[in-house]
């Protein structure tokens, strides 16, 4: 067990419509990370939070927005939803050194599997 | 750039056999991060192994083995006397922190391990 956890484990949703993801870190660690895990992509980074704030955006569709929340659990939506966002979702947690700077390694949570129909 | 390549795609071996995957990445950066995630079945990302830029000493726990070579800008991953539970996806990825201060991780497309009985 990683420490960080996702919800929901699985979510079966309809083209057109909007899902939310949610992940909560390990227990200290600022950092939040989303990555993309699809067939025709592999492994993708999508966005970054880091206490709070943005840090860093990947490939990240416009559809698609993120935030951190002060007790830093972070939530992914997805809006406008298609066949091809279908994918496993991760979030990650890592401990920052001072100031953001690196930290550990990124621990990984279970994943949300998005099927769209 | 950044990039990280894992050129098999999917390796078979029988138990007891030792077997190395191969990552070779690509960076400006002189300070960078390289990982090692295992990947099984059951789809959690699990994290191996860690490494800076600045340590090039090979590293050993138990069965697992890693070769850093900044000469070739190589991180090989070697697993000795394979056991079934090693059958899994493997993932080498790279962080370096760049311009944006993420420490994002960028994966390789990962190889495929099966170990057979």
């Known amino acids: 067990d990683s420490g960080v956890t996702q919800t929901p484990k699985h979510l079966i949703t309809a083209t057109g419509q909007r899902v939310t993801l949610r992940c909560s870190p390990r227990?200290?660690?600022?950092?939040v990370y989303w990555y993309q895990q699809s067939l025709d992509q592999g492994l993708q980074f999508l966005i970054q939070?880091?206490?709070?704030?943005?840090?860093a955006k990947g490939n990240i569709l416009e559809r698609f927005s993120a935030q951190q929340f002060p007790d830093l659990h972070s939530e992914l939506n997805l809006s406008s939803l298609e066949l091809g966002d279908s994918a496993l979702y991760f979030c990650a947690s890592s401990v920052e050194g001072v100031s953001g700077g690196p930290g550990g390694e990124q621990f990984f949570g279970p994943g949300t599997r998005l099927t769209v129909l | 750039a950044q990039k990280v390549t894992q050129a098999q795609t999917e390796i078979s071996v029988v138990e007891k056999e030792d077997v190395t995957l191969d990552c070779v990445y690509e960076t400006r950066d002189t300070t960078y991060y390289l990982f090692w995630y295992k990947q099984p079945p059951s789809g959690e990302l699990v994290f191996l192994i860690r490494?800076?830029?600045?340590?090039?000493q090979n590293e050993i726990s138990g069965r697992y083995s890693w070769n850093f070579q900044k000469s070739t800008s190589s991180f090989n991953f070697t697993i000795t006397a394979s056991q079934v539970v090693d059958s899994a996806v493997y993932f080498c990825a790279l962080s370096e922190g760049g311009m944006d201060s993420s420490y994002k991780l960028i994966f390789g497309s990962g190889t495929r391990l099966l170990v057979r009985p």
């Open positions: 939070y880091y206490n709070g704030e943005e840090r």
């Open positions: 490494r800076n830029s600045f340590d090039e």
């Open positions: 227990s200290g660690d600022l950092s």
